[in-house]
C-alpha cells in the first residue's frame, strides 16, 4: 500500500472531527472520501498533509509513519495538495504560480530559490522548466502561461492550482473539492484531468468530491465517512449499494447521478 491511515482520531475542544478512521490506497489508485458537510473529509486530508496531527493512530506512506514530519516537508517525500478555496497568487503569472510550487525541489528556500530563478539561465532552472512545461502541455494550458492568474476564470484557475499541485511530480496528491464551483463542462475537463494524471502518469489520487456523478464514473475506490467515522468503503457500486449510505444521506444525490 502508499497510503496507511490507522486508527486516526482527530478532535477540536469538544468536537471529535475523527473516529478511529482507518483506511489504505494503493499505488496508482483514484480513491474518493465522500460525506455530509462536517463529516470530517477535509480534516482527514489534512492529517495525510501534515496540517494537522492526529490526537491517535499513525499515517504511513510508502511505509513511513509521517508522525512528526512537518507540512511543509511533506511534499519532499512526494506528497502534493490542492485547496478547497483557491490559493494562487492572484498578482502572479500562471508559469510564475507553478514554478512555485516547483520551489520546494530548489536548493535553498523558497526565498532564494525565486531569486535563484529571477537572477540566471542556471541549469537547475532548466531543468523546472522543462518539468513545468511537460505540465503545462498535460494539462492544456499553453494559451494562458503568461495571464496573470486573478484575471483568469474560476474554471482556468482551478486547472493552474492543480497544475502547481502536481508540479512536483508527487506520488500521491491529494484533492479538496476539485470540482467545486465549476459548470458541468469545466467539471467534465477537470475530471479528464484528473483521470489522466492517474492513468499517464500512474499518480494516486485522493480526492474529496461532492459530486457523486463525477465519483461514482471516476473512482476506483470510494470511502464513506459521517460524523468523523468512517461508514465504509469499497468500490463506487459496493459504496451505493449500502444501505446506510442510500438512507443516511446520499440519497437525493445518487438519485441525481444516476
Ligand atoms: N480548525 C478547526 N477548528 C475547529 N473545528 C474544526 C476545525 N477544522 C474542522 N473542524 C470541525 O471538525 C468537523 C469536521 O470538519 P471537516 O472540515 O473536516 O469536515 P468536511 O467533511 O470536510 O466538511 P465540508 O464538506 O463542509 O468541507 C466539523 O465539525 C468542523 O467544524
Redesign the pocket.
Known amino acids: 500500500m502508499l497510503l496507511d491511515v490507522e486508527n486516526v482520531s482527530?478532535s477540536?475542544?469538544g468536537?471529535q472531527?475523527?473516529k478511529d478512521v482507518s483506511f489504505s490506497v494503493k499505488e496508482a489508485e483514484l480513491f474518493s472520501i465522500i460525506?455530509?458537510?462536517?463529516?470530517?473529509?477535509?480534516?482527514?486530508?489534512?492529517c495525510i498533509s501534515g496540517r494537522?496531527m492526529p490526537d491517535s493512530g499513525d499515517i504511513r506512506f510508502k511505509g513511513r509513519s509521517l508522525k512528526g514530519l512537518k507540512a511543509n516537508h511533506r511534499p519532499d517525500i512526494g506528497i502534493g495538495r490542492t485547496f478547497?478555496n483557491l490559493a494562487l497568487f492572484d498578482h502572479m503569472t500562471v508559469l510564475e504560480n507553478i514554478l512555485v510550487g516547483r520551489h520546494h525541489l530548489m536548493k535553498n528556500n523558497f526565498l532564494t530559490g525565486m531569486l535563484y530563478w529571477i537572477g540566471g539561465a542556471q541549469r537547475e532552472e532548466l531543468e523546472h522548466r522543462r518539468a513545468v512545461e511537460d505540465i503545462i502541455d498535460f494539462l492544456e494550458i499553453q494559451h494562458i502561461r503568461n495571464a496573470v492568474a486573478g484575471t483568469l476564470s474560476y474554471g482556468l484557475r482551478k486547472r493552474v492550482e492543480l497544475a502547481r499541485a502536481v508540479a512536483l511530480r508527487p506520488h500521491l496528491v491529494l484533492l479538496?473539492?476539485p470540482m467545486a464551483g465549476m459548470n458541468m463542462e469545466e467539471k467534465e475537463d477537470m475530471a479528464r484531468y484528473i483521470v489522466d494524471l492517474n492513468e499517464e502518469w500512474g499518480m494516486t489520487v485522493v480526492m474529496?468530491e461532492?459530486d457523486m456523478g463525477v465519483v461514482m464514473d471516476i473512482s476506483h475506490r470510494v470511502m464513506v465517512?459521517d460524523f468523523?467515522a468512517k461508514v465504509v468503503d469499497g468500490l463506487p457500486e459496493e459504496v451505493m449499494e449500502n444501505e446506510h449510505v442510500k438512507q443516511a444521506y446520499l440519497g437525493a444525490d445518487l438519485g441525481e447521478a444516476a
Open positions: 482527530l477540536f475542544g468536537i472531527a475523527l460525506g455530509p458537510n462536517g463529516a470530517g473529509k477535509t480534516s482527514m486530508l489534512n494537522y478547497q479538496d473539492e474529496i461532492h465517512l468523523g
